[in-house]
């Protein structure tokens, strides 16, 4: 399974597959984090991989008792189509 990663440094989370990183920077405040930007390389784009980084993320935010404000697009449509983590939304 793929391991969530938090780049501090960069102030991203990313994952690795097939080798490839998909990463999602943020900008974290108190308990609220805000998604700017996923991206997920060329070849890993229509796989999945980013759906795996957003959901993976999403879980780390439960467990951690964040909100999200997702300015990214494809962040803002993943969430609202999860009915499992929509109520993040802040």
Same mark, same amino acid.
């Given at each position: 399974?793929?391991? &969530? +990663?938090?780049?501090? @440094? /960069? ?8 080798? %490839?990183? #998909?990463?999602?920077?943020? !900008? ?15 070849? &890993? +784009?229509?796989?999945? @991989? /980013? ?8 879980? %780390?935010? #439960?467990?951690?008792?964040? !909100? ?23």
């Amino acid at each position: 399974m793929d391991q &969530l +990663r938090d780049n501090t @440094a /960069a102030s991203r989370f990313e994952i690795d597959t097939d080798g %490839e990183t #998909v990463f999602a920077n943020y !900008r974290r405040s108190g308990d609220t984090l805000t998604i700017l930007w996923v991206e997920a390389p060329p070849a &890993l +784009r229509g796989s999945g @991989a /980013a759906g795996k980084l957003m959901k993976l993320l999403a879980q %780390e935010a #439960v467990a951690s008792g964040w !909100r999200i404000v997702p300015v990214c697009g494809y962040a803002a449509a993943w969430l609202r189509r999860s009915s499992e983590f929509r109520g993040l939304v802040d």
